[in-house]
């Protein structure tokens, strides 16, 4: 199969890359790849909303540019963080234009504040905005002739010089998995685009959904893609503590820009003692003093109290956690809720150009699989929908002009090598597959997680080292399976994270390690 440009993920940025450029040229071919249903991943369960400098009276550009730059921790490409702020309202008019909804008030978006932000500008749809964006990208790509899309399908490699024999250092598609057959399919294409989101699922407990194993990420460092900041891993202070499982329900930031307080077991508010901003100070303070107050506590939680938010408007503003919380038994806004800090967004990733190019010619990254330099040590909250669509308009000017280059004949990608697998002697059981990440994900986050010690990412780097060890033989002696494919690019992520955050000698942002506070 081949294809003029192959996209893979289908959040927010590798939608709205697929719109712009088939709207610009019916002529274009693209494949879209989805790893479960088109509707299923990160984007659907944003929660906050965009940030958008709306009210020119109180806010301005360079608050919202500053605020970015605090929160990165002095570690943001200034650059970036013009552009990307200056470009907020035009990325913000299309999605508007191609209908998604917004809450507003008195016929004016209605600006919600979160985290870090010095004023009211983040635009919402209740607490259900990345869901709202989901589902009206994803209609909008359908209706297009010009692209195709395959579910229930995963990466397994990208195709590069080293499957060619060629030497031009490009990327030529990839080969991806169909999860029902289990058959490996090879899918040429003059560009690929990674919009996989990150890897939550190396921790035991995350706000991603359980699709969110690093797949871009770890197919890019086997192909030797440039990569830099995987340790700062955003932890969200508020995550719902209910039953013990990986994935937990998130706790929008915009409830604590209402009025949530932050209390521990004594019922103290303790985040003022830390921060003048208190419950507002960017999530890397409030996730750590949250962890804090749960290991000096007998409780694994601390309390989210959203007595001061009338019931009417937690049912207008926050359906979604109100009618969560009420099904576990927690009645708002008279009961607090239980909160813990997840595993939440990787600020990190591949390093990419100001139109989303990777080290890796023809091969692009958009979304929280990105490098960009928007984010640096620490994300701005409600920051990443707006970097998803600003590089995804970017990637699509960019890869729309490089099809008109000297690329390729489409001979050339119809020539490339099927999947070469191994003789499988084995097969694979899930048992074997699901120990070994349940046991990776308990080290990271032990050992690599919200505090870090130079003993303790030692000690990690080894543990995943056997694992590592473990998951080749899997690879090699049995019938590659989607949960084979996911542990293979979780642990290679893992072991580079913990690397790169050995490198790291001093506490920025996110990144905490407790030999240099």
Not at 72 to 100: H, M, P, Y
Not at 301 to 320: A, M, N, Q, Y
Request: charged fraction near 25%.
């Amino acid at each position: 199969m081949t294809t003029d440009i192959l996209v893979i993920g289908t959040g927010i940025s590798g939608l709205t890359f697929a719109i712009k450029v088939a709207e610009e040229n019916p002529e274009i071919s693209l494949t879209l790849i989805s790893k479960g249903d088109i509707n299923e991943g990160n984007t659907r369960y944003a929660q906050g909303g965009i940030a958008v400098v709306k009210n020119l009276k109180k806010d301005s550009t360079e608050k919202h540019i500053e605020d970015t730059m605090t929160a990165g921790d002095g570690t943001c490409d200034s650059k970036v963080v013009k552009f990307v702020v200056e470009e907020a309202n035009k990325r913000l008019d299309e999605l508007i234009k191609w209908g998604t909804a917004f809450d507003k008030k008195e016929e004016q978006l209605d600006l919600g504040i979160e985290g870090g932000h010095s004023e009211k500008r983040i635009v919402h749809y209740k607490d259900q905005t990345g869901k709202q964006i989901q589902e009206v990208l994803t209609a909008k790509v359908k209706s297009f002739s010009n692209i195709t899309i395959l579910e229930n399908h995963t990466l397994v490699d990208l195709i590069t010089d080293h499957h060619s024999k060629s030497k031009m250092n490009r990327c030529y598609g990839a080969y991806i998995i169909s999860q029902e057959e289990e058959e490996i399919i090879k899918i040429g294409a003059k560009i690929t685009i990674l919009s996989t989101g990150g890897a939550g699922s190396l921790y035991a407990y995350t706000t991603n959904p359980s699709v969110a194993t690093g797949d871009g990420l770890g197919a890019a460092y086997r192909a030797k893609v440039q990569m830099d900041g995987l340790p700062f891993v955003q932890f969200h202070p508020t995550a719902l503590r209910d039953k013990i499982e990986q994935n937990v329900f998130l706790i929008t930031e915009a409830v604590r820009g209402e009025g949530g307080k932050l209390r521990n077991s004594l019922r103290e508010r303790f985040m003022l003692k830390i921060d003048s901003r208190g419950e507002l100070a960017p999530r890397d303070i409030v996730a750590r003093e949250i962890q804090k107050q749960i290991e000096k506590q007998k409780e694994n939680f601390v309390l989210l109290d959203g007595s001061d938010i009338s019931e009417e408007r937690w049912k207008s503003h926050f359906p979604t956690i109100y009618n969560t919380c009420k099904s576990i038994g927690v009645f708002l806004p008279k009961d607090p809720i239980p909160v813990v800090p997840a595993a939440h967004y990787f600020c990190g990733g591949i390093i990419v150009n100001h139109q989303s190019e990777s080290s890796l010619k023809g091969l692009y990254a958009i979304g929280e699989c990105s490098a960009t330099g928007l984010h640096g040590a620490n994300r701005l909250a409600s920051n990443s929908l707006l970097e998803a669509l600003v590089f995804s308009h970017r990637a699509a000017i960019d890869c729309i002009k490089s099809l008109n280059q000297d690329l390729p004949s489409k001979s050339f990608y119809d020539k490339l090598p099927e999947w070469n697998g191994y003789d499988y002697s084995k097969n694979t059981t899930i048992q074997n597959v699901q120990v070994l990440r349940e046991q990776l994900q308990q080290i990271m986050t032990k050992y690599v997680g919200i505090f870090k010690t130079n003993d303790g990412l030692e000690k990690a780097e080894k543990k995943i080292n056997n694992i590592y060890l473990r998951v080749q033989k899997l690879y090699h002696e049995n019938k590659l399976t989607n949960g084979l494919c996911e542990l293979r690019n979780m642990v290679s992520i893992a072991y580079l994270l913990t690397k790169q955050a050995q490198e790291i000698k001093v506490n920025k942002g996110v990144f905490y390690n407790q030999n240099y506070a």
